[in-house]
């Protein structure tokens, strides 16, 4: 699964998930008893939350790099808001593939909108006979990304709800409401909650049909949202993070958390580190540590019970091959780049 969210720099997502098992470990041990990793502070012995960590990464990170870009807003003016039907017609087959693949990659645990906005901006650029209008508005190749991009958040509810994967910072707050209400989303969910887990999908559809109600005529006053400026917007955020972060535990400790995780977010993303990893490793944490204690207490102590039963065997040996067929792919990947990188040059 890490490799899967690793991007180009297979190390750097290691390095993340890595962080991810330090943050879960602060606290106490839950099998000898002892505080481990607290450095002697009294607050870190109940752990790092989950959510003050997610709202970080996420929110607040994200309201750094927009101070860095000191808050542009790109609204002008809103002139043609509503398209022909001729125009719906020109672009119902785009809107067709870029909804199908956008749900199809969405589905992808890791994979995010963005990337199934840009793959179907590709297809429609190689598919077009007349390859000078992209890059100039052109609608085809508009449509076809912004209905992938609709199709992988609704895909994107599936490894949410299936295996607690978030694809993006959206999914990240959504997964982080449920488990403040305590739901925890993976494979037990549809089992162990399936009253909430249908009247998600149920509300799927009721909200796709209100914002169709919502949005039509609506569209001007949405579009200006954006008029507001930049330090209003920011100071709003900022206020409902700090709330949801404190409201957790009712602890200002939450918040302080919650601002450097902000800061480390901030550094990840400068660092090209992906942050999905991290929060990967958080979810799935508290599921493998009892796991291993249980498989280290039946064997008494000894390793090997890891490739000795089948089961586990055959998930250490995919995990291997799919760490050998990465690194192959991005040889290729990178063999095939130099000649391109040196004819520029």
């Known amino acids: 699964m890490v490799l899967s969210l690793a991007g180009r720099n297979m190390a750097k997502a290691l390095v993340s998930a890595l962080l991810g098992f330090a943050i879960f470990a602060v606290g106490i041990d839950e099998i000898s008893g002892m505080p481990r990793l607290t450095f002697g502070q009294d607050a870190l012995l109940a752990g790092i939350d989950f959510i003050p960590v997610l709202i970080g990464i996420y929110a607040i990170s994200e309201i750094f790099v927009n101070m860095e870009r000191r808050g542009q807003n790109v609204y002008e003016s809103i002139r043609k808001l509503y398209p022909s039907w001729q125009e719906?017609?020109?672009?119902?087959?785009?809107?067709?593939?870029?909804?199908?693949?956008?749900?199809?990659?969405?589905?992808?645990?890791?994979?995010?909108?963005?990337?199934?906005?840009?793959?179907?901006?590709?297809?429609?650029?190689?598919?077009?006979?007349?390859?000078?209008?992209?890059?100039?508005?052109?609608?085809?190749?508009?449509?076809?990304?912004?209905?992938?991009?609709?199709?992988?958040?609704?895909?994107?509810?599936?490894?949410?709800?299936?295996?607690?994967?978030?694809?993006?910072?959206?999914?990240?707050?959504?997964?982080?409401?449920?488990?403040?209400?305590?739901?925890?989303?993976?494979?037990?969910?549809?089992?162990?909650?399936?009253?909430?887990?249908?009247?998600?999908?149920?509300?799927?559809?009721?909200?796709?049909?209100?914002?169709?109600?919502?949005?039509?005529?609506?569209?001007?006053?949405?579009?200006?949202?954006?008029?507001?400026?930049?330090?209003?917007?920011?100071?709003?955020?900022l206020s409902i993070c700090v709330v949801g972060a404190y409201g957790v535990r009712n602890n200002m400790?939450?918040?302080?958390?919650?601002?450097?995780?902000?800061?480390?977010?901030?550094?990840?993303?400068?660092?090209?580190?992906?942050?999905?990893?991290?929060?990967?490793?958080?979810?799935?944490?508290?599921?493998?540590?009892?796991?291993?204690i249980q498989s280290l207490a039946m064997s008494g102590g000894d390793v090997s019970i890891f490739v000795t039963r089948p089961f586990s065997a055959a998930f250490l040996a995919l995990a291997v091959v799919l760490v050998f067929v990465n690194l192959r792919s991005r040889q290729k990947t990178r063999l095939q780049e130099e000649p391109a990188l040196e004819g520029k040059v």
């Open 253 to 292: 400790f939450d918040v302080w958390t919650m601002f450097a995780f902000g800061i480390i977010g901030y550094l990840m993303r400068k660092a090209a580190v992906p942050a999905e990893p991290l929060v990967l490793t958080m979810i799935l944490a508290p599921i493998m540590s009892p796991a291993l």
């Open 88 to 237: 719906i017609k020109y672009i119902s087959r785009s809107l067709l593939r870029g909804g199908s693949l956008g749900t199809m990659i969405g589905v992808v645990p890791g994979a995010s909108a963005a990337t199934a906005s840009f793959m179907a901006y590709e297809i429609e650029y190689r598919i077009a006979k007349d390859k000078s209008k992209f890059g100039k508005g052109e609608t085809r190749g508009i449509s076809s990304a912004e209905a992938a991009n609709n199709g992988a958040t609704g895909g994107a509810m599936v490894p949410l709800l299936t295996l607690g994967i978030p694809a993006d910072p959206a999914i990240a707050v959504l997964l982080g409401a449920m488990i403040i209400q305590g739901a925890q989303p993976g494979p037990l969910f549809f089992s162990d909650r399936p009253e909430l887990a249908w009247g998600i999908i149920a509300s799927l559809y009721i909200g796709n049909v209100l914002l169709l109600f919502l949005n039509v005529p609506l569209v001007g006053l949405w579009a200006r949202i954006v008029k507001i400026p930049y330090p209003i917007l920011a100071v709003s955020v």
